[in-house]
């Protein structure tokens, strides 16, 4: 008998399911919620955690996710030599619980790479691209999905990009 997922979770399925990704979102009772404990419940290197981290443009409140290694720290100053086309002018703020949660649909320790209420600009990782699988979050603080990177890349749309 199949184990039925949250409806946040259920969410992230349904999107894999229909971009063709026959991957199944994995649901634990242990949280998922930093890379270090999901790396622990998943059984994988921290590297292999692909975090979601949003920012917010600090004049047109855009939003910027940046989807990255789990054992790497974003540049602000780096994304934003990335973004200097999309948002010239403007600099990045970081994203409180209340804006994350209003432009994406999800809590922060959840917040998948896609299926956000408002598309945002997305960076990814380019160091995520060193490993055969990656997990990212699916929606809640304790669920997950696997993907191959480039995969993962595609469906974001995001810009491949040193971010550190």
């Avoid at 999800?106 to 997305?122: D, E």
Wanted: charged share 15%; glycine share 8%.
């Amino acid at each position: 008998m199949a184990i039925s997922l949250s409806p946040s979770a259920q969410k992230i399925q349904n999107l894999l399911n229909d971009h063709g990704h026959p991957i199944h979102v994995l649901e634990f009772a242990a949280s998922t919620r930093t890379s270090a404990e999901a790396a622990a419940a998943i059984g994988c290197n921290v590297a292999q955690i692909a975090k979601s981290i949003m920012f917010r443009s600090r004049d047109t409140s855009r939003p910027v996710l940046v989807v990255v290694c789990g054992h790497n720290r974003v540049s602000e100053a780096t994304v934003m030599r990335h973004l200097a086309g999309p948002l010239a002018g403007e600099r990045l703020a970081k994203a409180d619980a209340d804006f994350v949660r209003q432009k994406t649909g999800y809590a922060i320790g959840g917040v998948p790479p896609i299926g956000h209420n408002v598309p945002p600009i997305t960076l990814f990782d380019r160091d995520l691209l060193n490993y055969p699988v990656v997990w990212a979050a699916a929606g809640t603080p304790n669920t997950v999905f696997p993907i191959a990177p480039d995969a993962l890349a595609k469906l974001v749309g995001g810009v491949v990009a040193d971010v550190t």
